[in-house]
């Protein structure tokens, strides 16, 4: 195992895992693949194995063994790329600073990382009681281990909007589009936001946070503009969970076209996974070597 640079190792073999080693090696980063095994068990039993300053963990958590907890007991730093609750989540645009010193980082679903930016701009303005997310992906991009886990998804995304985008109630949606050709991401984002805010602020704030995203993920974009609309005491929205609503729904709606690297195109929300992962990564690298990314 030979590699120059800050040697990171890949468990999995599956496209996810491939698309992040193109886009290592791609990237001219500081970043380095020194392994791609299969899991934590053959990793473990390469004689070098201490040089690997990171882990990244593409493998489905049900496959994973008592290895896994091994190789996260030595102390190497583990990004883990399911769609799970277990560690810390990181959205690099939005707490990457506070959580990169974290054992293991989650990363969690490309949903996750398209909407916690957008939640998170929004917050800046006022109180986001409630945030929901409804996802659209290609059909032909959902493997069989992601829809036997949409349940998954569902938890790991919710949490992501209330533990990193700040929302107090949260709720996702995953829609599989069918249409041939396959169609690209889009997601729109809803949110409630306590009282009256500045439109023109929102956004604002929106716009810059989806610029700093495709700063990893060029194919991410704003589909059309921000809308607004305000309910007041007068005519309040009512919410079966809680009641009445008076304040600033936002709606922001996204559309996200992967870089091809490996995955297709149509595959944005598998990029957005992998994009994350290699930003949160090179980050890491770059303020352990004491120089800014």
Request: hydrophobic fraction near 45%.
């Amino acid at each position: 195992m030979t590699a120059v640079g800050w040697p990171v190792a890949i468990l999995g073999s599956g496209s996810v895992a491939t698309d992040l080693m193109v886009k290592i090696r791609q990237g001219g980063g500081p970043l380095s693949v020194a392994a791609t095994v299969d899991g934590a068990d053959e990793l473990l039993a390469m004689p070098n194995s201490a040089d690997i300053k990171l882990v990244f963990d593409t493998t489905a958590p049900r496959l994973r063994t008592g290895s896994w907890a091994a190789l996260a007991g030595k102390g190497v730093q583990m990004i883990d790329l399911a769609a799970t609750t277990i560690g810390s989540h990181c959205v690099p645009v939005v707490n990457l600073d506070d959580s990169r010193t974290a054992r293991t980082l989650t990363i969690g679903t490309g949903a996750a990382q398209a909407t916690v930016p957008i939640v998170a701009a929004i917050g800046r303005s006022g109180v986001v009681s409630y945030a929901e997310i409804v996802c659209a992906v290609a059909s032909r991009s959902v493997g069989s281990d992601d829809r036997a886990g949409i349940d998954e998804f569902i938890e790991s995304t919710g949490a992501a909007l209330r533990e990193v985008g700040g929302a107090g109630r949260s709720k996702a949606v995953l829609l599989l589009s069918p249409a041939d050709p396959p169609a690209f991401m889009r997601t729109t984002v809803y949110c409630l936001v306590d009282g009256d805010i500045d439109h023109e602020a929102v956004e604002t704030d929106i716009v810059d946070m989806v610029e700093q995203v495709s700063r990893y993920m060029p194919g991410y974009r704003l589909k059309q503009r921000v809308q607004f609309e305000t309910f007041g005491a007068e005519s309040p929205l009512y919410l079966p969970e809680t009641g009445t609503f008076t304040g600033t729904r936002v709606t922001a709606m996204l559309e996200v076209t992967g870089a091809a690297d490996h995955l297709p195109a149509y595959s944005g929300h598998l990029d957005m996974v992998t994009a994350a992962a290699k930003a949160a990564a090179e980050h890491i690298a770059f303020r352990t070597n004491g120089t800014r990314p």
